[in-house]
């Protein structure tokens, strides 16, 4: 049992370069979730997914496109990436009901030069 | 805008010493969890308090949540070493959780 896990751990794009940050689940979630990371600002919601083929949008959704073709697997997509996506990004799961604990992936560093 | 926020920003105590940290949010919620994250790590659930309970135990952590402040509080009794780390609050209303900026608290032995 894997629980989250993100690929890949470390990414260093140019601007305006796009990639995909994998995660992945074997918990059997419905829900799933990016959060960014910066310092001295906490984590904030990118996008989230409340099951199979739906997304909605978080806070900071902008820049940002997210896909949940599997019930296990949340893709996060940067298509013209900006230094200001510098950040390190945390994909996590919940169960069925959202009313429950989260469980983090490692998180994937990402350097936008 | 952020829901919640921790207060202090940083923590220094002594091994054996209680910590406590405090959380503050902004709208009404369903249930206000804390996590702990250690350096280079993802989030770790800690505990989960619901908006109809006022106190939670769990080992050494002691949760409080006063919703007509709008606060929480953790308290982690004699600390050790391995409590080093940032903690965080975070509060739900709808599907998602809101973090605050977090705890970053230091035990020194």
């Known amino acids: 049992n894997a629980g989250v896990t993100q690929t890949p751990k470390f990414r260093v794009l140019k601007t305006g370069q796009s990639m995909t940050l994998l995660c992945a689940q074997d918990?059997?979630?419905?829900?799933m979730y990016w959060y960014r990371q910066d310092p001295g600002m906490g984590l904030r919601l990118i996008h989230y997914?409340?099951?199979?083929?739906?997304?909605a949008k978080g806070e900071v959704p902008d820049g940002y496109n997210v896909s949940r073709l599997k019930k296990q697997n949340f893709l996060l997509g940067l298509e013209s990436a900006a230094p200001s996506q510098t950040s390190v990004y945390f994909c996590?799961?919940?169960?069925?009901?959202?009313?429950?604990?989260?469980?983090f992936g490692p998180g994937t560093r990402l350097t936008v030069l | 805008s952020q829901q919640g926020e921790e207060d202090p920003q940083a923590l220094s105590i002594q091994e054996g010493e209680n910590a406590t940290m405090n959380c503050s949010y902004k709208?009404?919620?369903?249930?206000l969890q804390w996590y702990r994250q250690n350096s280079g790590r993802g989030l770790v659930h800690l505990i989960l308090?619901?908006?109809?309970?006022r106190e939670k135990h769990s080992g050494r952590l002691r949760v409080t949540l006063d919703t007509s402040k709008k606060s929480s509080s953790l308290l982690i009794t004699a600390s050790r070493a391995a409590d080093t780390a940032s903690y965080f609050c975070?509060?739900?209303?709808?599907?998602?959780?809101?973090f605050g900026k977090g705890t970053t608290l230091s035990v020194s032995s």
């Open positions: 996590a799961s919940s169960p069925f009901f959202s009313y429950n604990e989260q469980f």
């Open positions: 918990m059997n979630h419905e829900y």
């Open positions: 997914s409340v099951g199979e083929g739906t997304t």
């Open positions: 709208t009404s919620i369903n249930n």
């Open positions: 308090i619901r908006s109809n309970e």
């Open positions: 975070g509060s739900q209303a709808g599907t998602a959780l809101i």
